[in-house]
């Protein structure tokens, strides 16, 4: 169920006495940037402990539980108290949450069906996070895909890929090491690419969209799913390129 909350200007996906689960738009920052100078724009309202993690909101604390890039669209959890959240957190760094994304990627030759494993560093440097894959160290970096559909005219390729780690960047660098960078990626991808389809299929962003998390409830213990649909201006794209929204 969709609604409105005193606690973000977000849609609503989910809300219970322990949990919020919003659909966060892309541009929308998780939590602001203490290094701003301006007011910046998050998913949830009032202002940010960024030492707790937590926003004081009208409508009470909501400590973030996990975060979304500026650029990526869909799920993000929050928590209504401190119990709740370190329990969610605890779950998070178990790798018992299952987050699923819809990513659209250029190039082809992907199977069916796969599993991408790679030993990612993350860099920090002149106030920018890059993150690269590191050849000859054991993995630290899961992800599982399924191809939805492939694109031959435009060579674009719609995958949902399940995290099972949660590494900076993560999708996009591990895309786009497989010579398979995602659309709108003005880090990773390529240029030329993304401005040619931005002029062919009208896509002006990174296409990369959180579409389900899964986990276990921290007070019922029962699995709790939500899911948020591709907003508007990717099932365009996807349209566009004569693919079918999922």
Wanted: proline fraction near 5%.
């Amino acid at each position: 169920m969709i609604s409105a909350s005193a606690m973000t200007h977000c849609e609503v996906l989910h809300e219970d006495r322990f949990l919020i689960v919003v659909n966060k738009p892309h541009g929308v920052l998780s939590h602001p940037n203490s290094k701003a100078g301006k007011p910046q724009m998050a998913a949830f309202e009032g202002s940010y402990d960024h030492d707790r993690r937590s926003f004081k909101t009208p409508g009470g604390n909501v400590w973030l539980i996990h975060r979304l890039d500026q650029d990526t669209s869909g799920v993000l959890l929050g928590a209504k108290d401190e119990r709740t959240a370190a329990a969610c957190r605890e779950s998070f760094e178990a790798e018992q949450v299952r987050k699923t994304y819809l990513a659209l990627c250029i190039g082809g030759g992907l199977k069916s069906e796969g599993v991408w494993l790679d030993h990612l560093i993350t860099s920090h440097e002149r106030h920018q996070v890059r993150t690269s894959v590191r050849h000859g160290p054991r993995p630290n970096a899961e992800a599982h895909y399924r191809l939805i559909e492939h694109s031959a005219v435009h060579r674009l390729s719609l995958v949902q890929i399940e995290l099972i780690t949660g590494k900076t960047h993560q999708i996009r660098v591990q895309a786009a090491s497989r010579r398979l960078p995602l659309v709108g990626d003005d880090v990773y991808g390529s240029f030329d690419l993304n401005r040619k389809l931005r002029q062919s299929l009208g896509a002006k962003r990174l296409f990369l969209h959180a579409h389900e998390l899964r986990l276990k409830h921290p007070a019922s213990g029962q699995m709790l799913s939500v899911k948020a649909p591709p907003p508007p201006d990717l099932i365009a794209v996807l349209e566009a390129a004569g693919l079918k929204a999922p």
